[in-house]
């Protein structure tokens, strides 16, 4: 038998980290069985779908190396004898297989309207009982149906459940027997004629030939409901394996909403009382949507009005979607290890790995029932250690290949040469491949931005000694003006003659009033690398402005 598995997305929204790992493991499952991983867009939900969300989760998985065999192309990807991989574009298939459950008398019409199923669930829930749909429909004689349908009047169809228990066999959980009459006969076509997930999952996993589902702890409940088709429909089974969630440290769920507390957070600790302004000095939340947001935690702003507040206000969010991931700097190989340690054991203490050695060990006994945790901080010093583990060249290249991407002004401001600097310097402490650039911002900023705040290494810099930091500043400024070649090495010379001269060949003398000098602050890569970035034109504009500046700042306290 050949390994069919599926990764099957809604596309909504982004691909969130568990769905990622779902992905991982249906990848590594089909990769070591010489199988084949289906990749199929789950869209009947016409109005949360979109194509955009598709592409999202595409590239994403992309990004991630995890290849799907068959499935909407994309580049190399895709196409199959199996398509459409779209389920929105499988509709004739669906009706046909629909109309032979209604005509052997295993499904039906049913044309209660929403107003009348609500209150029937209204009195089960007043009577305290389990709503269950009461079959209503089965007492329409088959002369009214056909009138009622002729008229086109909204229906949905029903799946008429038998009245047996259910057990569901899973390779992960074990066995759970779900009592006759606990799934009642739920809808597998709704009124817009699409079908509903329950039936078309159960559809294409036959048609695409899949012998393995695993996907999230949360279906599990619906594989009864699966089960019943597949034995209504006379299609085979899969094997299911469904994976339990993955959880924040403090036991609560990793979702967007994270994103929002940490905002909210970060708001009121710096008592903001109105919403940043856009470019056009438009406030990006509306007043009365910002102060409803503010007072109450069940309120959520939407990602991408969220991520636009962060940015004006330089918060950092954290990280809930693969492209969050991405744009804060992982490595992809780095994430899928972990992803794949956050719910799998591969055994004997191993923690380091790559996808083909998951491939070569995933197996369905170590995937863990209870729901991982995801610990950000050793993700972190995974990623670190990986970086670590690189040749200058390969973290040049990633390097600048992420600042395309995400960090253009560092690709327009800097020349190869300044660039391959600034990862040079910056690759022994940088623990993702954004650091060189979020904590290097003023290499970017225009030099009227930079700005001085005398915090105590500021003023220990500029103001301390004899002579003080701002003299020697004063100092040295036309010994880099003098200097006709500006790149470190250079730099490194001139300095070091100075600083025999004028600081008894203490570099840290002037090498820290620099430092604050043209980055505004005491913490910079090593001070010849940083001018050597800057360029000559800037390294003197801002020991200008700061000579003016802090002149006129008092040196007290
Ligand atoms: N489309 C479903 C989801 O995104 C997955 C269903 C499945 O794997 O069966 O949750």
């Not at 012998?211 to 209504?232: C, G, I, P, Y």
């Amino acid at each position: 038998m050949t390994v069919v598995t599926r990764f099957a997305p809604s596309p909504s929204g982004n691909l969130h980290v568990g769905g990622a790992r779902t992905a991982l493991y249906c990848w590594a499952f089909a990769r070591g069985r010489d199988g084949r991983l289906v990749l199929r867009i789950e869209d009947t939900d016409r109005k949360r779908s979109s194509d955009a969300a598709s592409l999202g989760f595409m590239t994403d998985l992309d990004w991630l190396g995890i290849d799907w065999d068959e499935g909407p192309v994309q580049g190399e990807r895709g196409g199959g004898s199996h398509g459409p991989y779209f389920q929105s574009e499988r509709l004739p298939i669906y009706t046909e297989h629909l109309e032979r459950l209604v005509a052997e008398g295993k499904a039906y019409h049913a044309f209660d309207t929403p107003e009348e199923l609500d209150a029937k669930r209204k009195a089960a829930r007043q009577a305290k009982e389990a709503y269950r749909y009461d079959r209503a429909a089965l007492e329409l004689s088959a002369e009214e149906v056909e009138a009622r349908l002729a008229a086109g009047e909204p229906s949905v169809i029903r799946f008429r459940t038998p009245d047996a228990a259910i057990t569901i066999v899973d390779e992960v959980l074990g066995e759970a027997t779900l009592p006759a009459g606990e799934v009642d006969d739920f809808v597998i076509r709704k009124a817009d004629g699409y079908p509903t997930y329950h039936f078309a999952v159960v559809i294409d996993d036959a048609m695409m030939e899949v012998s393995h589902v695993l996907r999230a702890q949360e279906h599990f409940n619906n594989t009864a409901k699966h089960m019943v088709l597949q034995d209504a429909l006379g299609l085979p089974r899969p094997v299911y394996g469904h994976l339990s969630l993955i959880f924040n440290p403090d036991g609560s769920k990793m979702s967007k909403r994270d994103k929002d507390k940490v905002l909210r957070a970060a708001v009121k600790e710096r008592s903001i009382e109105d919403a940043p302004n856009d470019s056009n000095g438009e406030p990006l939340v509306a007043a009365d949507v910002w102060s409803t947001w503010r007072g109450d935690k069940s309120v959520q702003l939407d990602l991408d009005t969220l991520e636009q507040v962060a940015a004006a206000l330089d918060v950092s969010l954290p990280e809930i979607n693969v492209a969050d991931f991405r744009r804060s700097g992982y490595l992809p190989e780095v994430l899928c290890n972990f992803l794949a340690l956050n719910g799998w054991s591969a055994g004997d203490d191993l923690e380091k790995f790559d996808n083909a050695f998951l491939a070569e060990r995933f197996d369905l006994d170590r995937v863990q029932k209870t729901p991982a945790k995801f610990d950000r901080d050793k993700l972190l010093a995974f990623n670190l250690d990986a970086i670590q583990g690189m040749s200058p060249e390969t973290f040049h290249g990633l390097a600048r290949a992420h600042a395309a991407e995400f960090r253009p002004e560092f690709i327009e401001r800097l020349d190869e040469s300044q660039f391959r600097t600034l990862c040079d310097a910056s690759l022994e402490r940088s623990k993702t491949l954004d650091e060189p650039f979020s904590v290097n911002r003023f290499l970017v900023a225009a030099d009227d931005e930079i700005d001085w705040v005398v915090t105590k290494p500021v003023r220990k810099a500029m103001f301390k000694g004899e002579p003080t930091g701002l003299e020697l500043l004063a100092k040295v400024r036309p010994v880099l003006e003098g200097l006709s070649g500006f790149d470190a090495a250079s730099i490194e010379t001139a300095i070091t003659g100075f600083v025999e001269e004028h600081a008894e060949g203490n570099l840290g003398r002037i090498a820290q009033p620099l430092r604050v000098a043209v980055s505004g602050g005491p913490i910079s890569p090593p001070i010849f690398d940083t001018l050597a970035i800057l360029g000559q034109r800037a390294v003197l504009a801002r020991i200008d402005r700061c000579l003016e500046v802090l002149s006129e700042s008092s040196p007290a306290g």
